[in-house]
């Protein structure tokens, strides 16, 4: 099955089911599965007016790129692009012109969809090379209402004169590489609706279920969990209008489903802690002075009244967080996945939850582990029909990427408790801060490195007190005679060469790395970084540097 046959068959299924439930700048709405549809033929009449072509000699179909923020028509723009067989680029709204003129060039978008927000990053970044037809999409009145009826017709023949294959790419989704360069992970319809399978045979999901879509949809966990599981059951999917309205989002949408990363869950978790307290919640007395119904209603005040489960993902939780949540009554998973599996690798049996683990690997996947440490932990490596195909035309780190057994190594260092998956550290120098986001700090030392008044950089994570995740810093090493120069002045104390190169080096990162990956944390050192003999910078001397006890 492709994802334009799974969503058509819900539509068979279940036409007068909401599929979607949004604010359209004046009113809550919703669109039904039938009204999805029809739109989803509107947005493929303006696919199919880009005339993209054909499959190329490798067999590959044209790219198109989507740049927007959470809305419905992201999903129905991408249902109309793939089911034209073409393969969607999400890119992140957030990103800088050069991070995206990156990504067009590698991936050779024949075209892109953005936001009205992005349309400036957009001609910026492709103005200096490449033709890009840009196509605006702006929210709620843009000109997929534009379409006529009988354009849309004529989309819905063309449709059925073509469509993509199970074993054909859907996405190109570009992760931060080790190399300083987002590479592009080669996911197949298969690839994703594996996974769908796979997560639904472990936790059960249903028509009646409303998720509440919080998590950008570029990424694969939110793409996953907001987007191909509601499809497949025929559930509705309600997207919150802003961050700041979240609270009387819940109350208008009603979710029974969260996804969230780490920070959000807490900050949810920390509103009804303060109401119940923190000491009664863990010594369970809460039950005492709280009956049933008031705990009901705090939950309704809080979450919308009907939430069943949240998912969390995308780094650590606090253990404190995913124990209160059950102690008041609502149920939480903490999973484990990685763009390139689709994202899902091991959820939790909803029967056998331990906290602190994320569960057994999924079914249908195979897994090993790597050479083994004093603590019996090692790297976790993973096979199945969900695993990407490879990295997008780069075979050299698609092959350091697999072993030779064809198991895909996923740079996690883990131990098997019980039969579930423990999380244990990570033998990539991959940064998760608390929104889940991962960061490649190479990324960030390519932009540190290229600057002329910089000697030398290394990027590295550190921790304040006891959050979970990770904060983004940086030890730089600058060219004391080069900023000189450039300043003109011959008399500079270390500590005012110190100061400039900061500001310095901020202005580097705000003009190279979108804003979450930007350091936090400047640490100007004098002394050469230590190198192996390889002269590469040896990371364990510098871990935990930064950190704030």
Not at 155 to 176: F, M, N, Q
Request: charged share 25%; glycine share 10%.
């Amino acid at each position: 099955m492709t994802i334009r046959e799974m969503f058509e068959a819900t539509v068979r299924e279940c036409p007068e089911g909401v599929f979607q439930r949004y604010h359209d700048g004046t009113r809550w709405t919703g669109r039904t599965y039938r009204e999805a549809y029809r739109r989803m033929l509107k947005a493929a009449s303006i696919v199919h007016r880009l005339e993209l072509g054909e499959k190329d000699a490798e067999g590959i179909a044209p790219r198109v790129a989507i740049m927007m923020e959470n809305s419905p028509d992201w999903q129905l723009l991408y249902l109309a692009i793939t089911g034209a067989g073409y393969v969607v680029v999400p890119i992140d709204p957030k990103l800088r012109a050069r991070e995206v003129h990156h990504i067009l060039t590698d991936s050779g978008a024949n075209a892109i969809f953005c936001g009205e927000k992005q349309l400036g990053v957009v001609v910026e970044a492709t103005s200096s090379e490449g033709e890009y037809p840009i196509v605006k999409i702006e929210e709620p009145s843009d000109v997929i209402d534009m379409v006529k009826p009988e354009a849309a017709k004529l989309a819905e023949e063309w449709l059925a004169e073509r469509g993509p294959k199970e074993e054909d790419l859907a996405s190109l989704i570009y992760t931060s590489g080790t190399t300083g360069r987002p590479k592009g992970a080669m996911l197949t319809h298969k690839c994703f609706l594996t996974n769908v399978e796979q997560t639904l045979k472990r936790v059960k999901m249903f028509r009646e279920d409303v998720f509440l879509n919080v998590l950008p949809l570029f990424h694969a966990f939110s793409f996953l969990g907001n987007f191909m599981l509601p499809v497949k059951v025929g559930a509705t999917v309600g997207f919150m209008h802003n961050l700041r309205t979240i609270a009387d989002d819940m109350m208008e949408i009603r979710p029974t489903i969260l996804l969230a990363v780490p920070l959000l869950a807490e900050k949810l978790y920390g509103r009804i802690e303060q109401k119940i307290g923190k000491s009664a919640i863990a010594s369970g007395l809460f039950k005492l002075k709280y009956s049933r119904k008031l705990i009901a209603k705090l939950i309704v005040e809080r979450f919308g009244g009907r939430m069943r489960l949240i998912g969390i993902g995308g780094a650590p939780t606090a253990i404190e967080t995913l124990e209160g949540f059950r102690k008041i009554g609502l149920f939480v998973l903490e999973g484990y996945g990685i763009t390139e599996c689709s994202p899902g690798v091991a959820y939790p049996d909803p029967e056998n939850f331990v906290p602190g683990t994320v569960g057994p690997v999924l079914e249908g996947m195979e897994w090993k582990l790597g050479e083994l440490d004093e603590n019996g932990a090692g790297e976790l490596m993973v096979k199945g029909d969900n695993v990407m195909r490879g990295y997008w035309r780069n075979p050299e780190q698609t092959a350091e990427a697999f072993d030779e057994e064809g198991f895909y190594k996923t740079g996690d260092i883990v131990r098997i408790v019980d039969g579930n998956v423990k999380i244990c550290g990570r033998s990539k120098a991959l940064i998760v801060n608390r929104e889940g986001k991962n960061i490649y700090p190479e990324e960030i030392e390519h932009a540190l490195g290229h600057a002329p008044l910089i000697k030398d950089a290394i990027v590295i994570g550190y921790r304040v007190g006891g959050d979970v995740g990770e904060h983004v810093g940086a030890i730089i090493v600058p060219d004391e005679d080069a900023v000189k120069a450039h300043l003109k002045q011959k008399l500079m104390t270390r500590e005012e060469v110190a100061a400039f190169i900061v500001e310095y080096a901020q202005g580097v990162c705000r003009a190279s790395v979108a804003d979450y990956k930007q350091p936090r944390k400047y640490d100007v050192r004098f002394e050469p970084l230590e190198r192996t003999g390889t002269m590469k910078i040896k990371r364990g001397v510098y871990q935990g540097a930064l950190d704030e006890h």
